[in-house]
């Protein structure tokens, strides 16, 4: 049995105590969510509840029938229902030993928004390691992209908040140009897949972020392509590209059926980044926060208060200096690989930058009418159309600033060891990472109360006890009438079905079908008969209807009509809920 060894005795320590400082952060960073994950979300109406029945219906469909894994319970009696949104399937197969200890959808989903912050920060670190030799530069590389502000206007968006796959892929490429190792290009490719598999969005903005750096290759070395290195490389990312197939196939289909199932130049007009934006911190931030109030609040006077959250794209203060630091560095000392860095993440960082801005280009204001990087993808690039957050790019910067803190980092503590000595470097060090956690620390994130399975109302554990698919919609539905009740009902209903997984023609998503505004126009007018027929023709089997949410008048012409038509009648009455069956 072989010794270990005081090196290596020093390198797992140290490794221990990265692992632990990166977990200690991810919990402070969302806090309280860690110690409420049970039965509570970061404050929001809709997205905490919809991403938690999105990875409690993958693990229910994969352990029932995985060939169904699109045709969702919601949004009944359409199909490929998941794909109105990110199947978010990474998520949920690492979820999956949470489910089945907690049997707790929006638990496994607060434990999963913390694990992937603490993802983030070991991705970036790995990579950044990789690249500076530097475990100090790796730390602080894997802080700023883990807690970069970008991150944390998204704290509400589980498939948002899952980047941590995108440094591990270009760790992979990084190696696979400097060895040419085919498992290396294996890997790469592997964990382009699950970054894929977790939301489309930052997919494609990898495979943006790929091409870009196989062009940057290529320009700076051109050695590297040999018919063996490209083949290896092309049989790989063919592989993953054969298994993400099966999951892109039904938002092809929805996509041929509905025209709608497109994101429009004009829906990405509305998202577009402002040159000013940059400056402009989400509210969760402890430091900047208060300071872009007045932004803040311009932009949603003007427009959709999600722009908000889309638009708050400010990197940080501590990422952009050390970010500086680190190219001109580069620029200065980078030789062999260091050159590849420098010249691949600074063009990721203007390209992303530029990506940001959308269609058309704003600047301070001042809309200028010329063509942009952005426009220009969106017609020749495979999957642009179905993206219309242009700022979503942020990420990439996220990571750029990161890789470049990290050699600034590198060069500093280089530089203060001989002249300054040790000691000094090492308090250097302390100093920076504690001015980076001040400079992107969060506040106390708002919780808002979700109810746990025991807490469901009664009406949720009767419809799980009926037999088959059981139909059924969910009254009222005030999409039409008032969308801002509407966001407040439909996601926790989304969230209730998780007890039943009945099929219910209520939903959220981040596409809305045709289906729903019609059943918003049938709740409106319920009952009559146009509604009665409209939900017959559905094949709807149950109507619930929510007394607390419908007026006494309209309480007072359903009781009515249950006593005048024999085609619908009540079946169970509970605390505020009554279930009507359509014979």
């Not at 290396?184 to 972020?209: N, P």
């Not at 009781?559 to 605390?575: I, N």
Request: hydrophobic content about 50%; overall charge positive; glycine content about 4%.
């Amino acid at each position: 049995m072989k010794r270990i060894t005081p090196d290596v005795k020093k390198h797992i320590v140290l490794t221990i105590a990265v692992l632990l400082l990166f977990l200690l952060l991810a919990v402070v960073f969302t806090r309280p969510v860690a110690f409420r994950a049970p039965g509570a979300a970061v404050e929001h109406v809709s997205d905490p509840p919809f991403q938690a029945w999105s990875l409690a219906w993958d693990i229910h469909a994969l352990s029932q029938n995985p060939f169904n894994l699109f045709n969702a319970n919601i949004f009944y009696p359409n199909p490929y229902t998941l794909a109105y949104s990110d199947h978010q399937i990474t998520n949920a197969i690492l979820a999956m030993p949470i489910m089945a200890i907690t049997h707790n959808p929006m638990q496994a989903a607060n434990y999963m928004l913390i694990f992937n912050f603490f993802l983030c920060a070991l991705g970036a670190y790995l990579l950044t390691v990789h690249l500076t030799g530097n475990r100090m530069a790796g730390v602080v590389a894997g802080i700023a992209f883990a807690l970069a502000p970008y991150k944390l206007s998204h704290i509400v968006h589980l498939n948002l908040c899952t980047a941590g796959w995108i440094p591990l892929t270009f760790l992979f490429l990084h190696r696979y140009c400097e060895e040419g190792r085919p498992r290396d290009a294996a890997l790469a490719a592997l964990f382009f897949l699950l970054q894929v598999l977790s939301t489309w969005h930052y997919g494609l903005i990898l495979a943006v972020a790929m091409l870009l750096f196989l062009i940057v290759r290529l320009i700076t070395d051109r050695k590297t392509f040999t018919l063996k290195w490209i083949l290896a490389l092309a049989v790989a990312m063919a592989c993953a590209a054969l298994l993400v197939v099966p999951f892109v196939l039904p938002y092809l289909r929805l996509q041929k059926e509905d025209p709608r199932f497109t994101r429009s130049l004009k829906e990405v007009e509305t998202f577009s980044a402002d040159v000013k934006d940059f400056l402009m911190a989400p509210q969760e931030n402890l430091l900047w926060g208060k300071l872009s109030t007045g932004m803040r609040k311009e932009v949603t006077e003007n427009g959709d208060p999600a722009e908000v959250t889309e638009k708050s794209i400010f990197p940080g203060l501590m990422p952009l200096l050390l970010g500086l630091g680190g190219l001109i560095y580069l620029f200065r000392k980078g030789r062999g690989e260091e050159r590849f860095s420098l010249w691949f993440y600074l063009a990721m960082l203007v390209v992303s930058a530029i990506l940001c801005l959308g269609y058309p280009l704003y600047i301070f204001g001042h809309r200028l009418r010329v063509p942009t990087l952005y426009q220009v993808l969106y017609y020749v690039f495979p999957g642009f159309k179905a993206m219309r957050v242009p700022p979503r790019f942020s990420i990439l910067i996220a990571l750029s600033l990161a890789v470049l803190s990290g050699f600034a980092v590198k060069a500093l503590l280089a530089w203060l060891a001989s002249k300054r000595g040790v000691k000094v470097a090492a308090l250097a060090s302390i100093l920076v990472v504690a001015l980076l956690l001040v400079d992107l620390m969060s506040i106390n994130m708002p919780m808002e109360k979700i109810p746990k399975r025991d807490e469901f109302p009664r009406v949720y554990s009767w419809l799980e006890g009926r037999k088959g698919d059981s139909p059924t919609v969910e009254l009222p539905i005030p999409l039409l009438q008032n969308s801002t009740l509407w966001l407040e009902l439909d996601p926790i209903r989304t969230y209730y079905s998780t007890m039943h997984w009945k099929k219910i023609m209520n939903g959220y998503s981040g596409f809305l079908p045709t289906s729903i505004y019609d059943a918003s126009a049938a709740s409106g007018s319920f009952p009559s008969r146009k509604s009665m027929d409209f939900f017959k023709k559905n094949k709807i089997k149950y109507i619930v209807v929510h007394r607390a949410e419908l007026d006494p008048v309209t309480l007072g012409r359903i009781a009515q009509w249950d006593r005048t038509h024999e085609d619908f009648g009540l079946v169970r009455s509970f605390d505020s809920d009554d279930v009507y069956q359509l014979k």
